[in-house]
């Protein structure tokens, strides 16, 4: 059982079930009332099983940054609980499996979305994370790509909406991961990633949490000045995304790592509202 575990973790589960949330209201939000449910069923599980094999690859390229970062100490491979050989094994697998799903249960452009997902997530991200301040928003085209996966499966169509969808993830992630960084600095310095806050200051990074969070503020309303969600999803947005801002803006703290968790928590309240609201949008007014 223990080494059930272990395989287990080495997927990162937390990333995998946050993802998929994002996948599912994307795939309800792109059906309205067209539900097939074979093909939620298997865009879940094909999504899950890619992201997985990118979580497996990044845990790998990464042995040598965990082990100088206090919060990946103990992650399996450091503590050598799987073999680098049986990791990659099980990653392999995995993405096979994944693709296998998506291909033969969803559509096309669903399984390009998530090769290019898990190409910028294990390739261009784990590289540009290691030599730029920019990897932080490089690695939300691969974060962003699991909402509009799952409308592809739904819709089979690239449209303005997919964009959308992408758009506000995007604008999500950058408040959501600087606040992270900023809390973990110390562990981004001594593994040498130039995250925001390490390379440019507490004070730069805020400045560009509040500018990305007025960015998805936009990015979500977007939906409603194009016509595709009533007067509950654009007043529910509107309250969420400038409370967020007020975190971030008036909830004032001589301890920054307790404000950059109150802006975190905030980020994630806001994403589940803005998941609940598309997925039910065909039912609200």
């Known amino acids: 059982?223990?080494?059930?575990?272990?395989?287990?973790?080495?997927?990162?589960?937390?990333?995998?079930?946050?993802?998929?949330?994002?996948?599912?209201?994307?795939y309800f939000f792109g059906a309205k009332s067209n539900i097939d449910y074979s093909s939620l069923i298997a865009m879940s599980f094909g999504v899950s099983f890619v992201i997985a094999s990118g979580c497996v690859f990044n845990n790998i390229l990464d042995i040598k940054i965990d082990k100088k970062m206090k919060r990946?100490?103990?992650?399996?491979?450091?503590?050598?609980?799987?073999?680098v050989r049986s990791a990659y094994i099980y990653a392999y697998i995995l993405g096979f499996l994944g693709f296998i799903v998506?291909?033969?249960?969803?559509?096309?452009?669903?399984?390009?979305?998530?090769?290019?997902?898990?190409?910028?997530?294990?390739?261009v991200y784990s590289y540009a994370?290691?030599?730029?301040?920019?990897?932080t928003l490089i690695g939300t085209i691969?974060?962003?790509?699991?909402?509009v996966a799952g409308y592809f499966a739904a819709t089979n169509s690239v449209d303005r909406a997919s964009l959308l969808l992408?758009?506000?993830?995007?604008?999500?992630?950058?408040?959501?991961?600087f606040a992270i960084a900023i809390r973990r600095i110390?562990?981004?310095?001594?593994?040498?990633?130039?995250?925001?806050?390490?390379?440019k200051g507490i004070k730069e990074t805020k400045l560009q949490i509040t500018v990305y969070i007025l960015g998805f503020i936009f990015a979500t309303m977007a939906f409603s000045y194009f016509g595709y969600t009533g007067i509950v999803y654009t007043t529910v947005m509107l309250l969420a995304g400038f409370w967020w801002l007020y975190v971030c803006l008036y909830?004032?703290?001589?301890?920054?790592?307790?404000?950059?968790?109150?802006?975190?928590?905030?980020?994630?309240?806001?994403?589940?509202?803005?998941?609940?609201?598309?997925?039910?949008?065909?039912i609200l007014p």
């Open 142 to 147: 691969s974060g962003a790509t699991p909402p």
């Open 186 to 199: 110390t562990d981004y310095k001594n593994a040498k990633i130039p995250v925001l806050p390490a390379v």
């Open 251 to 282: 909830k004032k703290t001589k301890d920054v790592n307790d404000w950059s968790k109150k802006v975190f928590f905030a980020s994630l309240i806001c994403l589940v509202i803005f998941d609940i609201l598309i997925a039910f949008n065909n």
């Open 102 to 123: 998506l291909e033969y249960f969803t559509n096309t452009i669903t399984v390009l979305s998530g090769l290019a997902g898990l190409f910028f997530y294990v390739v």
């Open 166 to 177: 992408f758009l506000v993830l995007v604008f999500w992630q950058m408040p959501h991961f």
């Open 1 to 26: 059982m223990k080494i059930i575990k272990s395989y287990y973790n080495l997927a990162k589960p937390g990333i995998i079930y946050g993802n998929l949330i994002t996948a599912i209201a994307g």
């Open 72 to 83: 990946t100490l103990n992650r399996e491979l450091v503590v050598q609980k799987i073999s």
């Open 129 to 135: 994370k290691r030599m730029s301040v920019h990897g």
